[in-house]
């Protein structure tokens, strides 16, 4: 798949209101046969131990702890709501997680960011604000998150 079709599917996952179509993050639950693809804002890895390496224009990392928590932040609209509630709830099983956030890196090239794991349990799940402004903040934890950064060319 190209990226400018990875793209497009992304974008079309995504609900009409959006922050950023290109930061996706999907997830596959214990007993869900459907993952989970929420467009989020900003993310965050907590780690006892990081590390990465940079060869060219690629860098590839993980980070692992007792536990390692992931911390995402996205828009909620009052539809979307229930279903995270239910989905999402304190202890759910994570079988696997993907963040992906695509950026123009020039005229050419695109920054494909990625974040992965398994095996992880969602820990807690906010919801906050009102209306248009509503905003969810989801605590994962696992022992391991491999990180990678690559530059791709655009067709």
């Known amino acids: 798949m190209t990226l400018a079709a990875a793209l497009l599917s992304i974008a079309l996952l995504q609900p009409a209101h959006s922050v950023d179509p290109s930061k996706t993050l999907t997830l596959r639950l214990r007993n869900n046969t459907t993952p989970v693809t929420i467009a989020y804002t ?49 202890g759910r099983e994570i079988l696997s997680l993907v963040a992906r956030d ?32 509503r905003t969810g903040t989801l605590l994962i934890t696992c022992d391991r998150v491999d990180t990678s950064k690559k530059i791709v060319d655009v067709p």
């Open 102 to 133: 695509v950026a123009a890196y020039d005229v050419k090239r695109a920054s494909v960011e990625q974040v992965k794991t398994t095996a992880a349990v969602v820990r807690e799940l906010k919801l906050s604000g009102k209306g248009a402004g």
């Open 42 to 90: 900003s993310y965050k890895i907590k780690a006892s131990h990081q590390e990465s390496q940079i060869i060219g224009e690629q860098e590839s990392g993980f980070a692992v702890g007792d536990p390692v928590t992931l911390t995402f932040t996205f828009p909620v609209t009052p539809e979307q709501e229930p279903s995270l509630k239910l989905q999402l709830n304190k």
